[in-house]
C-alpha cells in the first residue's frame, strides 16, 4: 500500500535506484519499510514474552525467526534484575511523596507531541521517561546508567519514520513500559500486524472489566512511581497519545495534573500516520511482510476520530487553567513563543531559564522538513466528512478547501511514493 508520501521531483531517479533491492539471502533477512531497526521486545520478561508469541499463534515468517530468537539472549534477565530491583527499590517507591502533579502530553500522533516533549525536556527543573527507562520497566532503577551503554547498539539514529535523533537518554512514550510490564496496549498491534488491531478497547479503557481497568491503573502508578523516585521528585512530563482517550481516567489519577493538547489538519495528519505505522508495524512484526492493505486505512481514521471525540468528550473534566489546546501549524512556526505560553497558562516556573537551552536544540535541528502528502480524492473525502466537526472547530476548513482544490488541479511532475525497504 503506498504512504501517500509525495517525492519532490529530484529525488525520483533516487527512489527508483532505492527500488531495486541488494541481493539477500531471503530466507534469513527481513525485508524493512522504513530501514532496519532491532525488536523493542527485548524489554519484556520471559512469561509476557511467550503469551505474546502464543496470541500471535506463533505466526512468525521464516525471515524473523533470526531476531526472534535473539530475545532469548537477553529476556530471561530482565526477570532477575526485576527481582534485584524491587528488592532495593520496592519499599521506597510505594512510600515516595506524589506532590507534584505531571504535565501530560496529548494529541494524536504527528501533532508534533515529539517536539513539544523534547522541548520540555531541555528544562533542568524537570524530568521525562527516557527511552531506557520505557524500554526496561523492569529494572531501571539499578540499570541505567550501566547497561544502556551495551544496548545502545539496538538503537539507530534516527527514526524510521521521520529522521528524528533517537537516544536512550531521550524522551520517550510511557505506553512502550506499559507494554514491556505486560498490560494491554493498542500498540501490541506491532507484534502480529497481520492479525488487525489489538487492545483497540485499551485506548478509552472502555468496555474493559473494573478488575482489569484497575490492574491497568496499578500499572501505570507502579512505573509512575519509580520514575519520581529515580528522578528525585522532580516534575514528570508525560507523553502519549493514547492518553489523550483516557482522560477520565487520568483525572481521578492524577487530580492535579497539567496538559498540553495538539492539534493538526487531519488530511496531513492522516497521511503522516499511515506512514508512522507503516514503519514500525515492519520493523517490529514477528512476521513480515505485515499486509496491511485490508485494514490501515480504516484502522488510522477510526482512532484518529474515536481519540477527538473521547478528548472533545472529557476535556470539561480538566480545569481550564490546567489546560492548553494549540495547533500544531501555530507551533511550529513559533516553538519558543508556544512554550513561553504553556508555561504561563499552566503555572509552571523556569521558562526564561530553560529558553537557551530550547533554542540551542531547535537550532540544531533546524534543517528538519515535514514531509508532503497527496490523498487520492475519495480517500479525502471520507477523512472531511468523518472528521468535519474537529475540522470547523479548531479553523482548518479553509486549509481543507485549498488541498482539495490542488487535488482538483492538474498534477505537478510528482510521484507519491510507495518505498521498497531499505
Not at 485506548?203 to 501505570?220: C, I, M, N, T
Not at 473534566?317 to 504553556?342: N, Q
Request: proline letters at 8%; aromatic letters at 12%; hydrophobic letters at 40%.
Amino acid at each position: 500500500m503506498p504512504d501517500y508520501e509525495v517525492v519532490p521531483e529530484e529525488e525520483t531517479d533516487k527512489v527508483a535506484r532505492r527500488k531495486r533491492p541488494k541481493p539477500r539471502l531471503p530466507a534469513l533477512t527481513i525485508e524493512r519499510y522504513g530501514g532496519r531497526l532491532v525488536y523493542i521486545w527485548f524489554g519484556m520478561r520471559a512469561g509476557d514474552l511467550l503469551k505474546l508469541f502464543k496470541r500471535g499463534r506463533y505466526n512468525f515468517t521464516l525471515n524473523c525467526i533470526p531476531d526472534a530468537l535473539a530475545l532469548w539472549l537477553w529476556v530471561p534477565w530482565n526477570g532477575v534484575l526485576r527481582r534485584i530491583s524491587e528488592a532495593k527499590y520496592a519499599k521506597r517507591a510505594e512510600e515516595v511523596k506524589l506532590d507534584t502533579p505531571p504535565v501530560f502530553i496529548l494529541g494524536h500522533w504527528r501533532t508534533g507531541t515529539t517536539l513539544l516533549h523534547d522541548l520540555f525536556a531541555e528544562d533542568p527543573t524537570l524530568a521525562y521517561p527516557t527511552t531506557y527507562e520505557c524500554f526496561f520497566p523492569h529494572h531501571f532503577l539499578i540499570s541505567e546508567g550501566r547497561l544502556d551503554r551495551v544496548f545502545r547498539i539496538l538503537l539507530p539514529k534516527r527514526r524510521p519514520q521521520d529522521d528524528v535523533p533517537v537516544g536512550f537518554d531521550r524522551p520517550q512514550e510511557e505506553e512502550f513500559a506499559l507494554m514491556m510490564l505486560g498490560l494491554p496496549s493498542p500498540y501490541l498491534t506491532m507484534a502480529w500486524p497481520r492479525f488487525g488491531p489489538a487492545d483497540s478497547e485499551y485506548f478509552e479503557l472502555k468496555g474493559v472489566p473494573e478488575q482489569a481497568r484497575k490492574s491497568w491503573a496499578d500499572g501505570f502508578m507502579w512505573f509512575y512511581r519509580r520514575l519520581v523516585l529515580k528522578h528525585g521528585g522532580k516534575r514528570l512530563v508525560m507523553k502519549s497519545p493514547p492518553n489523550t482517550s483516557r482522560l477520565k481516567l487520568l483525572t481521578e489519577m492524577f487530580p492535579n495534573a497539567r496538559y498540553v493538547y495538539l492539534v493538526r489538519n487531519p488530511i496531513n495528519l492522516f497521511s503522516s500516520t499511515v506512514k508512522l505505522w507503516r514503519a514500525l508495524y515492519s520493523t517490529q512484526g514477528l512476521h513480515n511482510p505485515p499486509h496491511l492493505d485490508r485494514w490501515l486505512d480504516d484502522y488510522v481514521l477510526d482512532t484518529l476520530a474515536m481519540m477527538t471525540e473521547a478528548y472533545e468528550r472529557d476535556r470539561h473534566l480538566i480545569p481550564e487553567d490546567r489546560r492548553v489546546e494549540i495547533r500544531f501549524e501555530d507551533f511550529i512556526k513559533d516553538p519558543l513563543t508556544a512554550m513561553r505560553d504553556i508555561y504561563a497558562r499552566l503555572g509552571i516556573s523556569g521558562f526564561d531559564q530553560a529558553e537557551p537551552k530550547m533554542r540551542a536544540f531547535l537550532d540544531a535541528r533546524s534543517e528538519h522538513s515535514v514531509s508532503k502528502y497527496r490523498l487520492p480524492e475519495p480517500l479525502r473525502r471520507k477523512i472531511v466528512d468523518r472528521m468535519g466537526a474537529f475540522i470547523d472547530r479548531y479553523g482548518y476548513r479553509e486549509a481543507v478547501e485549498v488541498a482539495a482544490a490542488s487535488c482538483a488541479a492538474p498534477k505537478p511532475k510528482t510521484t507519491v511514493r510507495e518505498r521498497e525497504p531499505s
